[in-house]
């Protein structure tokens, strides 16, 4: 004889999985303290990314908590071109590992990147204690073709994958490693999410995938090189040059599956 679990149960069970993965949940529901966090719970605010260390928690006054407009709840909303350092710490908001890193980053973002977004390129996440290029992880709106590009980038140590440090313009080695969505889902009004799994970082032979709204929309190539931290120095960062809503972050201490991502997707989590 054959069980047959209902739909229902399946998923809560699923969702259960998930949640014992889980480092740091934020729903932005009437706070910005994260619902669970393996570190410290409080989203913090400084002048910029050269000054984390003068941070305290709270956001700024043009980062406000959006009643009743988020994916599900409330939802952090950037209200205008966000250029303060706005983040949670990531020591044991993120399950470093240097010698194989793996974790999945999910969230979800409502905005027209062709009407709401200013000048410049936009990163709603970037992950790192350091730059966009150099052991970090990030997401980005690019800045010059029509309609904007988003894009998934993964780089280890500078030193490790780009000795010279050729500027990123001018570095075919920075746009190889790229994944490129040269049309992607955005929309005022509507809800998009996004995840970013990656697995093996630091070890020789590691790899990220981008995901659309459940979709699978790229791997990047074998990422070699290794991953250093000062953890104390790691951040969440949220908003990087962004206007728009932005809801739900989790991240998970490994790399989630397709269907884990898809059950993401659909918000059931």
Not at 14 to 33: C, E, G, M, P, R
Not at 90 to 97: K, L, S, T, Y
Not at 143 to 161: A, C, M, Q
């Amino acid at each position: 004889m054959r069980w047959y679990i209902p739909a229902t149960l399946a998923t809560m069970a699923f969702a259960a999985d998930l949640k014992q993965d889980l480092t740091l949940h934020a729903t932005f529901n009437s706070s910005t303290d994260a619902i669970f966090a393996g570190g410290d719970k409080r989203l913090y605010t400084a002048p910029s990314y050269k000054e984390q260390a003068s941070a305290q928690p709270g956001i700024p006054e043009d980062v406000v908590l959006a009643r009743g407009q988020g994916h599900s709840g409330d939802a952090l909303h950037f209200l205008k071109k966000n250029t303060r350092a706005v983040f949670y710490k990531a020591e044991r908001n993120i399950h470093f590992d240097p010698s194989s890193w793996s974790g999945t980053i999910s969230f979800w973002l409502s905005l027209d990147p062709e009407t709401d977004l200013e000048p410049g390129f936009c990163d709603p996440i970037q992950v790192t204690d350091k730059a966009y290029n150099d052991s970090a992880i990030w997401v980005d709106f690019t800045r010059d073709e029509k309609p904007r590009h988003f894009r998934l980038g993964v780089f280890g140590n500078l030193k490790d994958w780009n000795p010279g440090n050729t500027p990123a313009d001018k570095n075919p080695a920075f746009h190889k490693r790229l994944i490129v969505v040269e049309q992607p889902p955005f929309a005022r009004g509507k809800w998009t999410h996004v995840a970013i799994a990656f697995s093996g970082l630091g070890g020789g032979n590691g790899s990220a995938r981008l995901y659309l709204d459940g979709e699978r929309r790229g791997s990047t190539p074998a990422i070699k090189e290794s991953f250093q931290w000062n953890l104390s120095n790691g951040a969440i960062r949220l908003g990087v040059n962004y206007v728009g809503l932005m809801d739900d972050v989790a991240i998970f201490r490994r790399a989630l599956s397709d269907d884990e991502i898809a059950l993401l997707a659909k918000g059931t989590f």
